[in-house]
């Protein structure tokens, strides 16, 4: 049984449409991730869910039972905010307990409640202490401190780590990921960071302009996009798109491809042939990840003679900005065959794993 | 020549600090005066002070001025001194003080937290009331506390400060709160707190500097007040201020009895500068709350 549904979802804000038909139903113990751009509609959803917004269209159940018009204290969930927002006058302890206590749970569960959750998040020697007194990161324990102490049928996290400087964000990152991994309680996590996206969800949901643009595995997500929005949003340094006419009839379809001079024809596998031609349009966007243009193998009859502006070394790869068909794209090579700014260099496209795009509709087409 | 301090600000030189600092003792000695010669004057015999200097220090020391303007100086017919109306404006004011403030914060508390459709015209509504002078209130008020059986009582005086202030606290609550986080309403809301606790465990405790601010200022507008208490009150109910009017223009003997007259002002005077000295340090904190978050 689905621990969340959402059904048919929408929201609107006086004249304004911020949500339009969304549709998520969460598996028990998943960790589903809503990411998107500001302005796109997660936090709202994610309120929706919490019950600090009402719902305009549509349906929300929470373990079977139909939620819109419960109270978030009706509701078996726990929270987690970006601004920690910790009680200021409370001490860390008071802050932990304080949920038990507005739900009326005896004092001595309390404290044993407190302790087990100190004990988990390793901050017993913080329980006396006042929010201001604690740096962010422990600040952010403790709100997850707090969230944990309800021991809720679902986690709600909105942006828990945007506050953080990057080494702490990262850490704690692979702590939440291990808190989910032990206690397998489902949690709904909002980021607008696609890192982030990738590397905790079991499933991501990628929202844009109030919409659920698609839902998967993050491998789903990166590897078949359902969109251009999609493609280009997750995955870092962005996929290239390159405008590009298709030559040749189905079966026997090539792209023509112009780097710094001579124009080169890349053969398609006929499984994409095949899609383009059901499609029928003559001019697509192709979509290319950074990791499938590559520095050519010596005497390639497909590789883009192209012309090197830019040199970007990160560490474990190095990244060349070009340019084909007139659009700047990014290449990937390793640190020890990196070229010099201005060089050219011979570049191979992976077209087994490139994807195609309507021009005007950024639809996926193949 | 300018040299650079530890703050960072550059400064004068020696002619310059003579100057400033000559110009505030000025400023100083300009507003102390008055006072010295109030309480000079309060503990002064009468004949000291016919026949005395202005600035003189109060030879032989006697405290007749003070009981009499306590227990038996007149006002009008009445000769029991002031003390009867001390406690009355202290039976209205702190009430209203209190009904206002608790108003105040609650009416905050709404506008920046639980916000509702039109909540904002609402405010503006109440922002109109802080614009609004006294004068314009009595007729209309008299006639309100005349149909609710409230003229000329303290129960009256109470009502028409605790409605007048609300106006000012809102303003003052709604301004202060609107800079804490929503995030910590939401999470209260999550953690199961209601309308009711939420304010009084998560809002009410981190309020003091601005219920200090509400506290002064309404203490000094309700307990200064004249015109409402000279115009809804009589005899008995009057308010300590227009007691104090009272026993300065009563010289049933022909004598202006200084004494008097400044030991009365000096005690209506007090309880606003108690409260100033006591939640004072509040005040400017809290007024200036607003505008740095956090």
Redesign the interface.
């Known amino acids: 049984m689905a621990v969340l549904n959402i059904e048919n979802v929408s929201k609107t804000f006086g004249d304004t449409r911020v949500l339009e038909d969304i549709n998520i139903a969460m598996a028990e113990g998943e960790f589903l991730i809503l990411v998107g751009p500001s302005g796109c509609g997660k936090s709202t959803l994610l309120?929706m869910i919490?019950?600090?917004e009402t719902i305009t269209e549509g349906q929300i159940t929470l373990d079977g039972r139909s939620v819109n018009t419960a109270?978030?204290?009706e509701r078996n969930?726990?929270?987690v905010?970006?601004?920690?927002?910790?009680?200021?006058?409370?001490n860390v302890r008071r802050n932990i307990e304080?949920?038990l206590k507005?739900?009326g749970v005896a004092k001595q569960e309390r404290g044993a409640t407190v302790e087990r959750v100190a004990k988990m998040l390793q901050i017993e020697d913080l329980l006396n202490r006042k929010p201001a007194q604690l740096s962010g990161g422990q600040r952010q324990r403790v709100a997850i401190g707090?969230a944990l102490a309800?021991d809720p049928a679902l986690f709600l996290f909105d942006e828990p780590l945007s506050n953080l400087d990057a080494k702490l964000r990262v850490e704690m990152r692979t702590e939440i990921k291990q808190l989910h991994q032990r206690l397998a309680t489902a949690m709904v996590y909002v980021t607008h960071d696609q890192i982030e996206a990738m590397t905790l969800g079991d499933r991501i949901a990628v929202m844009h302009a109030g919409r659920v643009q698609q839902l998967g595995t993050p491998r789903e997500i990166y590897d078949d996009p359902a969109n251009r929005y999609v493609a280009g949003f997750i995955g870092s340094p962005a996929m290239n798109f390159i405008e590009c006419e298709l030559i040749g009839e189905a079966g026997d379809t090539a792209v023509c491809l112009t780097g710094a001079t001579d124009e080169a024809r890349l053969a398609l596998p006929s499984a994409t042939t095949e899609r383009l031609a059901a499609h029928g349009a003559r001019r697509v966007v192709m979509g290319v990840r950074p990791e499938h243009l590559v520095p050519a193998a010596h005497g390639s009859a497909e590789a883009i003679a192209c012309r090197i502006d830019v040199v970007e070394p990160t560490g474990p790869d190095t990244y060349l900005h070009t340019e084909i068909n007139a659009e700047p794209v990014t290449a990937r090579c390793l640190p020890s065959a990196a070229p010099a700014a201005g060089d050219t260099v011979a570049l191979a496209v992976d077209v087994e794993r490139a994807v195609f795009f309507d021009c005007d509709s950024e639809a996926r087409i193949a | 020549m300018a040299t650079r301090t530890e703050d960072g600000v550059a400064r004068g030189g020696s002619l310059a600090r003579v100057l400033v600092y000559g110009l505030l003792l000025l400023a100083a000695a300009y507003f102390l005066l008055p006072l010295y010669v109030m309480l000079t004057t309060s503990f002064k015999t009468l004949g000291q002070i016919s026949g005395g200097n202005l600035f003189a220090l109060p030879a032989p020391f006697s405290l007749t001025g003070w009981q009499q303007a306590w227990s038996s100086a007149c006002t009008g017919s009445d000769c029991t001194g002031l003390q009867h109306y001390f406690w009355n404006s202290v039976a209205f004011t702190v009430p209203a003080v209190l009904l206002s403030t608790a108003f105040g914060a609650l009416n905050g508390y709404v506008l920046t937290k639980w916000r509702f459709k039109g909540s904002e015209i609402i405010f503006g509504l109440l922002l109109v009331g802080t614009f609004v002078p006294f004068q314009m209130f009595l007729l209309p008020m008299a006639r309100v506390l005349g149909m609710i059986g409230l003229d000329n009582s303290v129960a009256g005086l109470t009502l028409v400060h605790s409605v007048y202030g609300v106006a000012f606290t809102t303003l003052f609550c709604r301004n202060y709160y609107v800079a804490i986080?929503d995030?910590?309403v939401?999470?209260?809301?999550?953690?199961?707190?209601?309308f009711i606790?939420t304010f009084r465990?998560?809002i009410l405790?981190?309020s003091t500097p601005i219920l200090m601010v509400c506290v002064i200022w309404q203490f000094t507008q309700i307990w200064n007040d004249f015109l409402f208490g000279v115009v809804f009150t009589s005899g008995d109910a009057h308010p300590i201020t227009v007691a104090l009017n009272n026993l300065v223009n009563t010289s049933s003997t022909g004598i202006k009895r200084y004494n008097v007259d400044m030991a009365g002002a000096i005690i209506t005077a007090l309880p606003t500068l108690v409260v100033y000295i006591v939640a004072g340090r509040y005040f400017m904190r809290g007024l200036t709350a607003g505008a740095v978050k956090g």
């Open positions: 309120n919490a019950g600090l109270s978030p204290r969930i726990a929270m905010f970006q601004f920690y927002a910790l009680y200021p006058n409370m304080f949920g507005m739900r707090r309800r | 986080p995030e910590l939401k999470a209260a809301r999550i953690d199961g707190a209601s606790s465990y998560v405790p981190i």
